[in-house]
């Protein structure tokens, strides 16, 4: 593993914990049932949906299990929640207005592009220089056919943590149900659907050390029923058809756990690693600049607008370290990120943007590595 670049960017994608790959093992192994089977072996799996169900449901303060189905993605969680609620709502009569945020992620984006394109009219809010939305601009945007809100709780970008309770205020009062894409926080924030005041939450295995291809929608209990978008057998009350992944389900329902439990910690000690970098870079690197707010902000992000140098060439130029240019999300592109757009970076600023992610298995030794090459990579060589 020591010849292998530093991995710093835990925003694309965590590692998984050994922990949860434990627990899914047996799954992928000696307990390969069907839930849906009434024998021993399909009584055993379910058994353990059931548990990743209810750990799941405590991890998000959920009031029980019944309030969480599970999907492939973070991807599908964002549809079900967007579509389902948007088409179901309007064909009660209740109307056809959602609004969301310019720095959704494109799974968010892309679900919006297509129900505007289906008749739904879809408002984009703005988000000030530090990423976050004002709640004056949600009541003035709102209206008697707003029928959903959708506002991500952490931005995978800048990691900017949005003021949901104070939106939820805004949401609660009108009726209109509001959802968060919560993808990036549960690892290192505290996400409570009470606290938050959140009808509709998505999660995602991948970014909380289980493996991709899960992830779950929590659906608050008195919510008008979802539009499924997968229909066959049945499963997942009805909402999200197709044989459970049951190992997948197992692994976020331990990571589940395992979030529950340490994320507080984590969070303090990805913290202060994340600090102590920063302190070194914007030392030995004047013109440095931090995107998003400092306060507001996923404890192990970093997105940084370095002085003179692109993205492109500081990863060039560092083969030691693992990072990214913008969202490795979506990267592929030479569009600036429409995130540090939104949040006033000029294209050519943006080109020079970069996000560096901390996370549970990252080393004081590997904050000093990643430090002293970026400085490297970045300080003019005295002749
Ligand atoms: C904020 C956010 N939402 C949604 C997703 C999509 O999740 P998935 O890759 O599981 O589809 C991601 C990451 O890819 C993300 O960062």
Redesign the pocket.
């Known amino acids: 593993m020591n010849d292998r670049p530093v991995y710093l960017d835990h ?1 694309a994608t965590t590692p998984v914990d050994p922990r949860v790959v434990e627990a899914m093992l047996p799954y992928l192994t000696s307990e390969f049932g069907n839930p849906s089977s009434s024998h021993a072996y399909g009584r055993t799996a379910a058994a353990a949906v059931a548990t990743a169900r209810t750990r799941v449901a405590a991890l998000i303060g959920a009031a029980g299990p019944d309030e969480i189905v599970f999907t492939s ?4 969680s ?1 549809h079900l929640a967007l579509t389902g609620a948007a088409q179901a709502l309007r064909a009660a009569g209740r109307g056809d207005h959602i609004v969301t945020t310019a720095i959704e ?1 494109p ?2 984006q892309a679900t919006c592009d297509r129900l505007a394109g289906d008749g739904f009219r879809v408002t984009r809010l703005p988000v000030g220089p530090d990423g976050r939305l004002d709640p004056a601009g949600l009541v003035h945007a709102v209206g008697p056919d707003t029928v959903l809100v959708s506002v ?1 709780h ?3 970008e800048i990691g900017t943590l949005q003021p949901l309770p104070e939106l939820a205020a805004v949401t609660r009062e009108r009726g209109i149900l509001l959802h968060t ?1 919560a ?2 926080s549960p690892a290192t924030v505290a996400v409570d659907v009470d606290a938050l005041g959140v009808d509709l939450l ?1 999660l ?4 909380m050390y289980a493996p ?1 291809g899960v ?1 779950a929608l929590y659906i608050r209990r008195g919510t008008p029923a979802l539009r499924p978008q997968l229909v066959g057998g049945g499963q997942e009350h009805g909402l999200r058809a197709a044989t459970e992944n049951v190992p997948g389900i197992v692994a976020l329902g331990a990571a589940a756990e395992i979030a529950r439990t340490e994320h507080a910690t984590d969070a303090a000690r990805i913290r202060a690693l994340r600090d102590r970098l920063l302190g070194a870079l914007t030392t030995a690197l004047p013109g440095l600049r931090l995107n998003g707010s400092s306060r507001h902000r996923l404890p192990g992000n970093l997105s940084l607008t370095f002085p003179s140098h692109t993205a492109d060439r500081l990863m060039t130029a560092t083969p030691g370290l693992a990072f990214s240019a913008g ?1 490795a ?1 979506h990267s592929g592109g030479t569009a600036p990120s429409p995130v540090l757009t939104a949040i006033g970076l000029t294209p050519d600023e943006a080109a020079r943007t970069v996000r560096l992610g901390i996370g549970r298995h990252t080393t004081g030794a590997d904050i000093t590595t990643a430090a002293e090459l970026l400085v490297t990579a970045t300080t003019p060589v005295r002749p």
């Open positions: 925003q993605s973070g991807t599908e964002n992620h799974a968010t991500m952490a931005n995978n894409d993808a990036q998505t995602v295995g991948h970014k991709k992830g969202s999300c």
